[in-house]
C-alpha cells in the first residue's frame, strides 16, 4: 500500500464512519474502495470488518446504563450470534472465492434491501410473531441472521433490532442497545476468525480503522443536523446502482 491509497482509505473510512453514524450503511461505500485499490473480493469483506469495528463500537458507552440492566438475559443472545457470526466467517474462509464473487451482487443487492426495507421488515415480524412468542423460532431466525453477518453482514442492523424487540425487548433504546452489542461482539469474533485465516490486510484495514473513528466521532456530533431521510435515499440509490454495476461485471 502506497501513501495514496493510504490517504484514500482513510478519506473513504472518515466518510464510512460518518455515514454509520448518521444513517448506516456504510459497507456500501467501504467495501467496493478496498477492492478499487487492489484488494481481492474476500479479503476486502474481511478487512472492512475490522476496519468499520470502530464506528460499530462507538455507540456502546451511551447505552451501558440499558445494558446493565438486562444482565443475564443478554448470555443466549450474545452466545447464538456468536455462534452464527463463527460459523459464517469460516463459510468465508473455506469457500472457494470465486463463488463469494459471484455472490458479490446478489449480496450488494440484499444489503440495499434490507436497508431500504429494513423498517418494514420488523414491523411485520412483530406483527406476525408478536413479542415474546415463537422464542425457538427466534433464535433460529437469529441464528441464521448471523452466518449472513459473519459471511457479509451489510444490513444487518435491522434484523437485529427486530429480533431484540421480538424478544420482549419492547423498549427501543434498550432494543438499540442489544443491536449495537450483538453487532459489536460478532464483529470481534469474526475478526478473529479472519485474522487467524489471514484474510485481512492489516495496513489497509488500519488505514481505514482511522478514518472510521474520526468519522464515527464526527458522525455523532452531526446526526441531530442533518436530514437523514435524504442520505438514507442517496445509500439506497448508490446501492441500486452498486449492484447493476456488479452484474454486468460479473454475468456480461
Not at 444490513?155 to 424487540?165: E, N, R, T
Not at 485481512?200 to 431521510?229: E, F
Not at 446501492?239 to 454475468?251: A, D, I, K, N
Amino acid at each position: 500500500m502506497d501513501a495514496t491509497q493510504a490517504v484514500i482509505l482513510i478519506v473513504i473510512g472518515i466518510f464510512g464512519g460518518v455515514w454509520n453514524a448518521i444513517a448506516g450503511g456504510a459497507t456500501l461505500f467501504t467495501f467496493p474502495a478496498l477492492m478499487a485499490i487492489g484488494l481481492p473480493p474476500v479479503v476486502a469483506n474481511a478487512t472492512n470488518y475490522l476496519a468499520l469495528l470502530p464506528s460499530n463500537a462507538a455507540a456502546l458507552p451511551a447505552y451501558k446504563e440499558e445494558l446493565r440492566g438486562l444482565g443475564g438475559r443478554l448470555f443466549p443472545l450474545l452466545v447464538v450470534s456468536g455462534l452464527g457470526a463463527i460459523l459464517g466467517s469460516i463459510l468465508l474462509l473455506v469457500s472457494d472465492p470465486d463463488v463469494f464473487v459471484v455472490l458479490i451482487p446478489f449480496l450488494i443487492l440484499a444489503a440495499t434491501c434490507l436497508f431500504a426495507f429494513g423498517d418494514k421488515l420488523r414491523s411485520w415480524l412483530l406483527n406476525t410473531l408478536g413479542e415474546g412468542r415463537g422464542d425457538k423460532a427466534i433464535y433460529a431466525f437469529l441464528f441464521l441472521s448471523s452466518i449472513y453477518g459473519g459471511y457479509f453482514g451489510a444490513g444487518l442492523g435491522f434484523i437485529l433490532l427486530a429480533i431484540a424487540q421480538l424478544m420482549a425487548f419492547s423498549n427501543f433504546h434498550v432494543a438499540n442497545s442489544i443491536k449495537n452489542l450483538l453487532a459489536t461482539s460478532f464483529t470481534i469474533l469474526s475478526v478473529l476468525v479472519f485474522g487467524l485465516g489471514g484474510l485481512i490486510a492489516w495496513p489497509q484495514a488500519i488505514a481505514m480503522m482511522v478514518g472510521s473513528t474520526i468519522g464515527g466521532y464526527a458522525g455523532g456530533r452531526l446526526a441531530k443536523r442533518v436530514n437523514t431521510r435524504l442520505l438514507r435515499g442517496g445509500v439506497i440509490g448508490f446501492g441500486l446502482v452498486l449492484s447493476v454495476v456488479y452484474f454486468v461485471r460479473t454475468f456480461l
